[in-house]
């Protein structure tokens, strides 16, 4: 086995600061919306609000970090190897098979993550942000009279928002048991807490996955 570093600092922790504030605003959000009672109806208008600021802050950070380091191009999607990968995910992992793909520290991600993640950050997370930015700005500007936005019913716009807030947890239980199909159940978490994984010192497939990128 070999230790290699595949998560910097400011990617684990906008990694784990970015989970719990998901968690808190779903949390808070789907109260605001009744679905359950924990803080209080008020309370949760005012969290979630906070929290959104603190998310929105956290992603301007994180696309700053991305762009300055050239981390974003983990997120290129391609399709070699992606059939293989959805295979082993399907039948491959539950046979004991070898991973298709091998982790270095120039390519983290599998050419499934690659496809996942970029949906995340371009699709998800948008929806969620730009629904919750018109949520939160709909009377003001409406009676600022600045943008009219009050052209888009607010229904609509609840609608979508919480329709992002569904599939956010739905990628959330997803992801989390996918953490766990790594070299063991754990080795992708103390990954992303301690930045180093082990994984099979196998020189030649890893020299051949450098080549590739
Ligand atoms: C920057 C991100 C976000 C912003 C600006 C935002 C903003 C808002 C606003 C303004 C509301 C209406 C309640 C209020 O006045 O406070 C709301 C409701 C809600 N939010 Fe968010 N939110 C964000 C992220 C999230 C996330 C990540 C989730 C869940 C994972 C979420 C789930 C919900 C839900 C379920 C509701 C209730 C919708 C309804 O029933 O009308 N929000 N959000």
């Not at 700053?64 to 399709?79: I, R, V």
């Not at 943008?147 to 947890?169: K, N, R, Y």
Request: aromatic share 14%; charged share 20%.
């Amino acid at each position: 086995m070999k230790k290699i570093y595949i998560y910097k600092g400011f990617e684990r922790f906008w990694h784990w600061v970015q989970a719990t504030l998901i968690i808190f605003l779903a949390l808070t959000g789907f109260e605001v919306h009744g679905s359950f009672e924990v803080f209080g109806f008020e309370s949760a208008v005012k969290f979630h609000r906070v929290a959104s600021y603190a998310l929105l802050l956290l992603i301007a950070f994180s696309i700053f970090w991305h762009f300055t380091t050239g981390e974003w191009k983990q997120y290129l999607p391609t399709t070699k190897k992606l059939r293989s990968q959805i295979r082993y995910y399907i039948s491959g992992i539950f046979k004991g098979d070898k991973h298709p793909s091998k982790k270095t520290e120039l390519s983290k991600l599998n050419p499934l993550q690659k496809l996942v993640y970029l949906g995340f950050k371009i699709v998800l997370i948008p929806l969620v942000i730009i629904t919750g930015i018109l949520y939160l700005n709909y009377k003001v500007v409406d009676a600022n009279n600045i943008i009219v936005i009050s052209e888009i019913p607010l229904d609509a716009i609840a609608v979508l928002h919480t329709l992002g807030a569904f599939l956010l947890i739905a990628f959330l239980i997803v992801h989390v048991y996918m953490t766990t199909t790594g070299h063991t159940a754990t080795s992708n978490i103390k990954a992303m807490l301690t930045g180093y994984e082990e994984i099979e010192d196998d020189k030649e497939e890893i020299t051949e996955v450098k080549n590739e990128n």
